[in-house]
């Protein structure tokens, strides 16, 4: 699985609420100012956030974005799958009863590593909070400053 610009650029902006949850609405523009998105693509990605539940928007001057959890409670795996679709490194394993496709009817051997894999990126991406990030973040910054 290659993760798109959809899915970065969403990942780059949720972070970014995360690291200003409870400040209230975020203006779109200053996500995207900050993040160094285009405006319009970040628009359309926080709207598939916000159809999602993960964030949450104010109309008017004083709108914009808020996640709609607690950065804990949102993991880069919710976000992922809400931009990207489903994390699997093979069709096989997408869970749409595609297993036969390859030709191979059976148990088989490649299909068992593939899905270790897939195993083994949901655990990381499903255990990785937007605070996991944050805390990160914030331990980089003073390792660094």
Known sequence: MRISTRGEYGLRAMFYLALKHGQGPIPLKTIAEEQ????????????????????????GAQGGYSLSRPPKEI???????????????????????????????????????????????ESVLDSTTLACL????????????
Do not use: N
Request: hydrophobic share 40%.
């Open 134 to 145: 944050a805390e990160e973040a914030l331990f980089f910054e003073e390792e660094h400053a």
């Open 75 to 121: 993991t880069v795996g919710d976000i992922i799958r809400v931009l990207e679709g489903p994390i699997t490194p093979m069709d096989c394993l997408d869970g749409a009863g595609k297993e036969a496709e390859c030709g191979f009817l059976g148990p088989c051997a490649m299909r068992r590593m593939w899905k270790r894999l897939q195993d083994s990126m």
């Open 36 to 59: 160094g998105i285009s405006e319009h693509y970040l628009e359309q990605l926080m709207g598939a956030l916000r159809r999602s539940g993960l964030v949450s928007s104010v109309r």
